[in-house]
């Protein structure tokens, strides 16, 4: 059993097992882009911009306080199951919705609801999601895995969004909705047709306490001389890049006069940076001295981040965007797989659902933060700052000796 957890007779890109996940989970990123372009055009045109925001903000609070209990259910039950049954609830809701908004008009009240329902089911299906390769592919394919995995997460969002406003076009909320819930149900058959490998025996079965296991997790992950400095460089790396690339952004446009088509660019060229980065590991499958290689990409894409506020002229811009899609891609894909070869698969929805929370629980809470910090000292110094954090986050991963050592299974 060891060796077949260890070892895998084909390359993750022609194993049938990864192929029949990384459908399910294309289609499942698909109706999520479908879904927040649905609900954001829904939430705007029935009620004013700070109820939108409003209804749009309601599915982080749950999400943020359940994660880390999440973590503990995909542990207990598996993650396939715990997956299986997001995407159904998902599904189901969305669809739900969509037949009550073809005969009626709800109101936000409603869709405050689902984006409710939505924040408790991320809390289920984002640990559950990180604890799965491991247990689909041999550990020498993960860093394929997580290229595969990023590529459909840059193809959920390139087509997911104008596939949702094609569909609010045609046929309105409830059509764009119904899409969405379309998709969800799409991933369900893959995942029943999944079968995962087993954890060693040892690892099978706990009878403690659901409040146990996370606190066994937690002690788990402290004491973990790779994963517990990788939880830091995820946390710095987050906090320095989120602000720049949703209110920066916006904000740099504005004050450049590039526009709105100015914003699409530069997200365009750190989609294709990304996307690169994702199908180079893919391709490759195995990056030497990863957690060094790691480290230092972190390091220059932090030089990115600070060189596109100074960039005076938007194809600047838009190059400085793309090599930090490019080095920020491939040093967050590496610290993906570095953290799942590292953690024992019977911790990994625990240790995944904290790097979910610190990534999209705790990050998020600096968009405010940066936008008061533009108003009081402008783009540029808080770009700088940002720009610090994120080469802080490269440069603690190579100060740690476990993590700068880190490899990759061969």
Same mark, same amino acid.
């Given at each position: ?18 192929? #029949? ?7 499942? @990123? ?50 396939? #199951? ?18 009550? %908004? ?41 860093? *394929?895995?997580?290229?595969?995995? /990023? ?11 104008? %596939? ?9 909320? &409830? ?21 995962? *490998? ?11 306490? !659901? ?20 939880? =830091?460089?995820?946390?710095? $790396? ?10 920066? %952004? ?15 660019? =530069?997200?365009? /060229?750190? /989609? ?9 590991? @893919? ?47 491939? $040093? ?29 629980? =705790? &990050? ?9 910090? =533009? ?17 802080? !986050?490269?440069?603690?991963? %190579? ?5 700068? #050592? ?5």
């Amino acid at each position: 059993m060891t060796a077949a957890l260890l070892a895998s007779p084909r390359p993750a890109h022609r194993d049938p097992r990864v192929l #029949r996940w990384l459908g399910a989970y294309t289609a499942s @990123t698909l109706g999520d882009s479908v879904y927040y372009v649905s609900l954001s055009w829904a939430a705007v045109s029935g009620g004013t911009p700070a109820q939108a925001g409003l209804v749009l903000a309601v599915s982080a609070v749950p999400r943020a306080l359940l994660m880390l209990g999440g973590g503990v259910i995909a542990d207990r039950l598996g993650p396939r #199951r715990v997956v299986i049954a997001s995407d159904t609830v998902r599904a189901l809701v969305v669809l739900g919705l969509a037949a009550t %908004l073809f005969l009626a008009s709800p109101g936000l009240g409603a869709l405050a609801a689902v984006a409710l329902v939505f924040g408790v089911v991320d809390a289920l299906f984002l640990p559950a999601v990180g604890a799965l390769p491991p247990r689909i592919a041999a550990r020498d394919q993960l860093a *394929r895995v997580q290229g595969m995995r /990023g590529l459909s997460h840059r193809l959920g969002a390139v087509l997911g969004a104008p %596939l949702g406003g094609l569909a609010v076009a045609l046929g309105g909320p &409830a059509a764009a909705f119904g899409a969405a819930g379309l998709l969800f149900a799409l991933s369900i058959p893959l995942l029943y047709g999944l079968r995962l *490998r087993p954890l060693p025996a040892s690892d099978e079965g706990r009878d403690g306490t !659901a409040l146990r296991d996370l606190a066994d997790g937690l002690r788990y992950l402290r004491g973990h001389r790779v994963l517990g400095p990788l939880m =830091i460089v995820v946390l710095l $790396s987050d906090l320095g890049f989120v602000g720049p690339f949703n209110v920066g %952004l916006a904000v740099l446009a504005d004050q450049r006069g590039w526009g709105a088509t100015g914003i699409g660019w =530069i997200l365009a /060229g750190f /989609g294709t940076g990304a996307g690169a980065a994702s199908l180079f590991l @893919t391709v490759r499958g195995r990056v030497p001295r990863a957690g060094a290689v790691s480290g230092w990409t972190m390091t220059a894409g932090a030089v990115a981040v600070g060189l596109l506020a100074a960039a005076p002229h938007l194809p600047l811009a838009v190059a400085a965007a793309l090599a930090t899609g490019l080095l920020a891609g491939l $040093s967050g894909a590496l610290c993906n797989a570095l953290i799942q070869t590292a953690c024992d698969p019977a911790y990994l929805g625990r240790v995944s659902a904290v790097a979910a929370l610190l990534s999209f629980g =705790i &990050a998020p809470l600096g968009f405010p933060l940066t936008g008061a910090a =533009i108003e009081l000292w402008g783009l540029g110094p808080v770009y700088a700052v940002s720009a610090a954090v994120c080469g802080l !986050a490269g440069l603690y991963g %190579l100060a740690a000796t476990a993590v700068r #050592r880190a490899e990759l299974p061969r």
